[in-house]
């Protein structure tokens, strides 16, 4: 066996928590462990919400799609391409149990509608609207804005193309309801989705989502 030979091993959970809690300080760290974030939609802004938040330490996600991995998935979304054809929830799990696996996951695979919203994101703090389709993100946000109004609603409009991704911000709507994006750029037939101007409307509503949590917002 070579003398530099290290033996691999997973940390254990009181070791990533102390790595967190020095870089991000006990008090975050313990309200992140203490809260849950549900991610609606698990594409290319789902699954790098979930694995930002993930990696913050966010004590519980709630993850929710009823689509499968599909190869076109693969050039922006968070997984890999022997799972193709996987449900995306399952996918994802998977993917998360190797990046942070002690934070609890609660998987659906099921289409998220205004019939069972409230049953399914019942138990979070923050909600993250990640559909790719115009008419779920506004039954979504009506849902929760309507019925839900004790929770915060972190939405995304516009990040298609090529523009700078200077453009990409977070709005604030009202106290508990905040959308990111550029606002303009969608997807059509002459313009399409590429992996960072994605990554970086996630990023933030990773980061609002995280803000809202420590109440710096």
Known sequence: MPADY???????????????????GCDAVRKLQAATV?????????????????????GKLILIDFDRVDVTNLHRQQYKACQ????????????????APYTEYETHFEKV????????????????EAFDNA?????????????????????????????????????KVTKRFYVCGDGKSDVNDGIGLVAPRVMLCAAHQALIAIRLILGLE
Do not use: H, W
């Open 6 to 24: 290290v033996q691999m091993r997973e940390p254990s959970r009181e070791e990533m928590l102390a790595a967190l809690e020095k870089r991000q």
């Open 38 to 58: 549900a991610v609606c939609g698990l594409g290319g802004l789902g699954s790098n919400i979930a694995i930002s938040l993930a990696r913050a330490g966010v």
């Open 84 to 99: 193709v054809g996987m449900p995306k929830p399952e996918a994802l799990l998977a993917n998360l149990n190797e990046i």
């Open 113 to 128: 509608t205004a019939e069972n919203a409230e049953a399914l994101l019942a138990k979070a703090d923050v909600i993250c």
């Open 135 to 171: 008419e779920a993100k506004a039954m979504l946000v009506n849902t929760v804005l309507e019925n839900m109004p004790e929770k915060f609603l972190v939405a995304a409009s516009g990040m298609a193309g090529y523009d700078s991704g200077n453009l990409i911000t977070t709005r």
